[in-house]
């Protein structure tokens, strides 16, 4: 791996762990506790920047995989590659975390409402997008296969954000991303948004160590070719 | 490595998928757990942030080691 590339994801990762152990105190010290839900609400600081991250992740992906598509350059596939991952990762992370508030908010781990599904499909179609990959003879059948999946998949993050509008949802209508402004409590908003910054930073560091083993892989591969 | 990483995380995503849609049928393996709902929030509260970060870690040594051992080979050749 580079070393500028290997100190640029070495140092967003650290400022991301340093704004998550930020995060961490203030929901566990500071932030108020919300009047209805009560303590489980604050799975929200920790549910709802995994899922941002996921759908940024899911968005690279999809730009990536284009790229590739388009120009046939390697380094987006390794960048797909690098985000479906850590996309996968904080996917996981939503779908452990939702079924826990679930469980106290609305009595039952599990409900089939169109977010819960469209997450869970979610999951779903990263799982593919890795399989995909290693499912062909060809390497570079499989990157391509992938890369159509990738693309497709995309679809569903708009639909995951609108389903609370489109369908009956038990899902909360947005508090931030509308129209008139965010309506959450100010000291709320401020921990919401040191936790989604926390994470994006977090993710893309990782993500950039994640891209430099794609480039370790491939510049292996081809010295042994040579 | 991947290769290697799927059946493991599949069989984790479909235990997870058992756990999350069958609640009925762990309920009723602990009902007089079932009754105690002081403690719950906090303890879920606990489990979704170690779980959370739990995965994240996991990610980050995977990361390390793969780095690492391609870093190796590369400098031996």
Known sequence: MKARTGWLGIGLAMLGVLGSVATLAMVFFWVPTEARQGVIQRIFYLHVPSAWVAFMAFGIVAFASAVYLWLGDERADMAALAAAEGGMIFTAIVLTSGPLWGKIAWGAYWVWEPRLTLTLLLGFIYLGYMMVRNATDSPERGKRFAAVVGIVGAINIPLIHMSVYWFRSLHPDPVVLKPEGPTLDGDMLTTLMVGLLSFTLLFFGLMTLRYGVERARHTLELRESA | ?77
Do not use: H, K, N
Request: hydrophobic share 55%; proline share 4%.
């Open chain 2, 1 to 77: 490595m991947m290769r290697r990483l799927l059946p493991g995380l599949s069989a984790f995503v479909a235990i997870a998928l058992v756990c999350f849609l069958t609640p009925d049928a762990l309920a009723a393996q602990s009902a007089d757990l079932g009754a105690q709902r002081l403690g719950r929030p906090y303890l879920f509260v606990f489990v979704a942030y170690a779980v959370g970060w739990a995965l994240i870690l996991g990610w980050i040594i995977s990361i390390a080691r793969r780095l690492r051992s391609l870093e190796s080979r590369i400098d031996r050749e």
